[in-house]
């Protein structure tokens, strides 16, 4: 369950970084689809607590360096250790296709940190950017870390949809891949949530902290050499840990 204000404080904020300039409050609004009132409490009171600026009089409002110093405290707080760049990077070199860690955020699987491949064709992805924790190979490679009790009462809250021919849509079909996972030794999802892509996933926990290594691209190149990408993921999980 969403809430609302929380809700428009966020799409506030991915609206600014959109238009990458400061905007003003009628522009705001009618882009957004708030009554100006609406928009004008929303940016008083983030303006009164820092995190926005006007540029000048009527300038338009841009977020302020106050968030950057916020992220900051949050990464020196719970950083990934350093390995974790260098892990991503050389999947990434010697697979040739986008490698990314991720991490459960209750229905979903959120990219904490990305290398992505230099192929022209290529998965695109960005830290932050979320996915189905349930129809994705990272989704389920961080769900095998779960014991029973956690994994029925998180499956128990979703809202299964139908994203492609193969998206699991019900409690027993995500069990039923979990399990083949498992005992396969890593995840794979065919085109489950996004079309013509795949991707490879394994565990990766971290100092007691669940999170899942993941290749991904496409799937006319990738299909051929599934094992062997697993393989790579399975070496380098152990090589770093």
Do not use: C
């Not at 192929?119 to 129809?135: D, L, S, T, V, W």
């Amino acid at each position: 369950m969403s809430v609302k204000r929380a809700e428009d404080v966020l799409d506030l904020l991915e609206y600014l970084a959109a238009r990458g300039r400061p905007t003003g409050v009628p522009e705001i609004a009618q882009d957004l689809g708030w009554p100006r009132s609406s928009a004008y409490r929303i940016i008083n009171t983030l303006e009164q607590r820092g995190y926005l600026y006007e540029t000048k009089a009527r300038g338009g409002y841009y977020p302020s360096p106050r968030w950057i110093a916020l992220a900051d405290q949050f990464t020196a707080g719970f950083a990934l250790p350093e390995f974790a760049q260098d892990l991503t990077r050389t999947s990434m070199e010697r697979s040739g296709e986008t490698v990314s860690i991720v991490a459960p955020a209750g229905p979903w699987a959120v990219f904490v940190l990305v290398s992505e491949s230099a192929a022209p064709i290529r998965y695109f992805a960005k830290a932050g950017h979320r996915i189905p924790i349930h129809a994705s190979a990272s989704g389920r490679a961080l769900l095998q870390q779960y014991d029973k009790t956690e994994l029925r009462a998180l499956l128990s809250r979703i809202t299964f949809e139908t994203y492609g021919a193969t998206t699991p849509t019900d409690v027993d079909a995500v069990l039923t891949a979990i399990e083949q996972g498992k005992e396969r030794r890593y995840q794979l999802n065919v085109e489950e949530f996004t079309p013509d892509l795949l991707g490879i996933a394994v565990p990766l926990p971290i100092e007691g902290r669940r999170f899942a290594l993941v290749v991904s691209g496409p799937t006319y190149r990738m299909q051929a050499k599934v094992e062997e990408l697993a393989e790579l993921l399975l070496e380098q999980v152990v090589a770093w840990q």
